[in-house]
């Protein structure tokens, strides 16, 4: 029986030997596909950061935005001429003295009405002023 472990122990070492380099030649190239395709590779660090980027950006644009809501909060506490420019607009409202004129907006045209009964009510009128 010992003799049939180191056989089977000599073989094996003989196989690996003979087949080292194909080992680590695999081996590597796991290796470098999990680096490229895996979970943290560099496709995935490159799609993160664009995401990044494109975060940075909205970031920056929300804070811009945030600039000049906060400008416009600083005018309409100390700037009289804003609160005057919101008063007019949103609220109708005019100095003393000042007259305001609201102009109808345009109304859109009711649809055509059709049937019978409209067309006995209508009257034609002729060029000249009279009928027929």
Do not use: C, Y
């Not at 695999?26 to 494109?54: K, W």
């Amino acid at each position: 029986m010992d003799q049939r472990v180191m056989t089977f122990r000599m073989q094996l070492g003989k196989f690996l030997r003979q087949n080292a380099a194909a080992f680590l030649w695999t081996g590597m190239a796991l290796l470098v596909v999990q680096d490229v395709f895996g979970t943290h590779g560099v496709l995935a660090m490159r799609r993160s950061q664009r995401e990044a980027g494109e975060i940075r950006k909205e970031i920056q644009k929300l804070n811009d935005e945030n600039r000049e809501l906060q400008d416009r909060v600083k005018d309409l506490k100390s700037d009289p001429q804003a609160i005057e420019e919101i008063a007019r607009k949103e609220m109708g409202l005019a100095k003393p003295g000042e007259l305001i004129f609201k102009l109808p907006t345009k109304a859109t045209p009711a649809p055509a009405e059709t049937g019978s009964s409209n067309k006995k009510n209508q009257t034609t009128e002729l060029p000249d002023g009279t009928q027929p």
